[in-house]
C-alpha cells in the first residue's frame, strides 16, 4: 500500500519547519528526501513517524489515516545517524529488540536475526559486543534491528553521515541492494546528492519546508525546477538571463548549459572560441574555467586528459563545441 502526505505542515513558533507537503511513496520503493540542512527533511521523517504531531494535514497508508497514530502503532522501522543501539546487549539480541517486544517465540526469533545478519554482511556475529564493531557494522546492526519485525515503512534519516567518506561509498551501495529486495517501502533522509541518487527510485527535493520538485536522478538532473535546484544538484553553467552573442534553441527564463553535453576541439572549426582562466586538478579529471568572450560568460568544464585537445594551461585557447541540446530552459524559482 502506497504512503500518502497530504498538505503536511509543521511549525515551530514563527518557523515553519515542514510547508504543506503533499507526497506519495509507491509500496516497495525508495524514496529520498534530498535537501540541504534546514530545509526540514529531518522533521518531515519525523512527521511520517509520528515522532512529531502535524500542525496540518495528515498521513495514511492506503486507506488508513495514520495522523493520530502512535509511533509504536505504526509499523515503521527506523535507522538514524547515531546508530542508537544498546550496547550492554550483543549484536543478535540488538537485531532482535523488535521481535523480543512483540514476543515472537525464540526459536524464529533466532532464525530471524540469523536471516537478517547474513542479508547486512554480519553472519556469524550474533555474539560479537556492539562496543567491538566499527561504524559502519554499527550501522548495519541498526538496520537489521529495524528491519526484523518486518515493518511495512522503513525510515532512515542520514544513516551514513557520521561514518567516513569512503565507508560511505561503499554502504550506499549494500543500502541499495538491500532496499531493493524489500517488499516494504523506505524514505531516505540525506543532504548528499550522491547517496540520494544511488540509494533511491525518487528523489523528492527539500528547500525551506517545501517540496521543490519530485522524479528520478536522470529527470532532476536533465531538468531541473529552477536556477536553485539546478546549483543545488551541482551544475556549475546556470544563468539567469541568456548569455549575449550564444545562438540558442530556448531562451524563456534562467538557462541551464549542460557541460557533460559539450566537447572541447581546436579553436575554430565553427566551434565557440574560448581561453582557459583557470585549470585544476580534481583527482584524474580537470575542471576548468573558460572564458567566452563572444558570450560574455564564464563556463565550468570537467573532463579528462583524453578529451582535451591540448595541455589546459590558462591561457590556452580552445573551440567549445555545444550542440542545441546542452541547452535548457530551467524557468525561475518559486
Known amino acids: 500500500m502506497n504512503l500518502r502526505l497530504t498538505g503536511l505542515a509543521k511549525r515551530y513558533g514563527a518557523v515553519t519547519?515542514?510547508?504543506?507537503?503533499?507526497?506519495?511513496?509507491?509500496?516497495?520503493?525508495?524514496?529520498?528526501?534530498?535537501?540541504?540542512s534546514?530545509?526540514?527533511?529531518?522533521?518531515?521523517?519525523?512527521?511520517?513517524?509520528?515522532?512529531?504531531?502535524?500542525?496540518?494535514?495528515?498521513?495514511?497508508?492506503?486507506?488508513?489515516?495514520?495522523?493520530?497514530?502512535?509511533?509504536?502503532?505504526?509499523?515503521?522501522?527506523?535507522?538514524?545517524?547515531?546508530?542508537?543501539?544498546?550496547?550492554?546487549?550483543?549484536?543478535?539480541?540488538?537485531?532482535a529488540f523488535g521481535l523480543v517486544e512483540a514476543r515472537v517465540p525464540a526459536a524464529t526469533r533466532a532464525a530471524r536475526v540469523r536471516e537478517l545478519l547474513a542479508l547486512v554482511g554480519l553472519a556469524g556475529l550474533e555474539r560479537r559486543k556492539v562496543t567491538e564493531l566499527s561504524g559502519g557494522q554499527q550501522q548495519r546492526v541498526a538496520l537489521a534491528r529495524a528491519l526484523a519485525p518486518e515493518p511495512r515503512l522503513l525510515l532512515l534519516d542520514e544513516p551514513l553521515s557520521n561514518l567516513d567518506a569512503s565507508l560511505r561509498e561503499s554502504l550506499k551501495l549494500e543500502l541499495r541492494s538491500i532496499l531493493t529486495g524489500l517488499p516494504a517501502g523506505a524514505i531516505y533522509v540525506t543532504h548528499d546528492q550522491g547517496e540520494a541518487?544511488?540509494?533511491?527510485?525518487?528523489?523528492?527535493l527539500m528547500r525551506a519546508g517545501r517540496i521543490v520538485?519530485?522524479?528520478?536522478s536522470e529527470e532532476l538532473l536533465a531538468k531541473p525546477a529552477g536556477p536553485w535546484a539546478a546549483r543545488f544538484l551541482g551544475h556549475d553553467n546556470v544563468y539567469d538571463t541568456a548569455p549575449q552573442g550564444a545562438h540558442l534553441p530556448v531562451s524563456d527564463g534562467a538557462l541551464l548549459l549542460r557541460a557533460d553535453l559539450t566537447r572541447l576541439g581546436e579553436p575554430?572549426?565553427?566551434?565557440?572560441?574560448?581561453?582557459?582562466?583557470?585549470?585544476?586538478?580534481?583527482?584524474?579529471?580537470?575542471?576548468?574555467?573558460?572564458?567566452?568572450?563572444?558570450?560574455?560568460?564564464?563556463?565550468?568544464?570537467?573532463?579528462?586528459?583524453?578529451?582535451?585537445?591540448?595541455?589546459?594551461?590558462?591561457?590556452?585557447?580552445?573551440?567549445?563545441?555545444v550542440p542545441p541540446e546542452a541547452w535548457r530552459s530551467i524557468g525561475s524559482d518559486a
Do not use: Y
Open 17 to 36: 519547519a515542514v510547508d504543506r507537503v503533499t507526497l506519495e511513496l509507491v509500496a516497495g520503493t525508495t524514496l529520498a528526501l534530498l535537501g540541504p
Open 38 to 95: 534546514g530545509c526540514g527533511k529531518s522533521t518531515l521523517l519525523r512527521l511520517v513517524a509520528g515522532l512529531e504531531a502535524p500542525d496540518a494535514g495528515g498521513v495514511a497508508i492506503g486507506d488508513q489515516d495514520l495522523t493520530r497514530t502512535p509511533t509504536a502503532r505504526r509499523g515503521f522501522g527506523m535507522v538514524f545517524q547515531d546508530f542508537a543501539l544498546f550496547p550492554h546487549l550483543d549484536v543478535g539480541a540488538n537485531a
Open 197 to 204: 541518487f544511488t540509494v533511491a527510485d525518487t528523489v523528492a
Open 213 to 216: 520538485q519530485v522524479g528520478t
Open 268 to 321: 575554430g572549426t565553427g566551434a565557440t572560441d574560448v581561453s582557459v582562466a583557470t585549470a585544476a586538478r580534481e583527482g584524474l579529471a580537470w575542471r576548468l574555467t573558460l572564458t567566452a568572450e563572444a558570450w560574455g560568460v564564464t563556463v565550468t568544464w570537467r573532463g579528462f586528459d583524453r578529451e582535451l585537445p591540448g595541455h589546459p594551461a590558462p591561457g590556452a585557447s580552445f573551440g567549445l563545441q
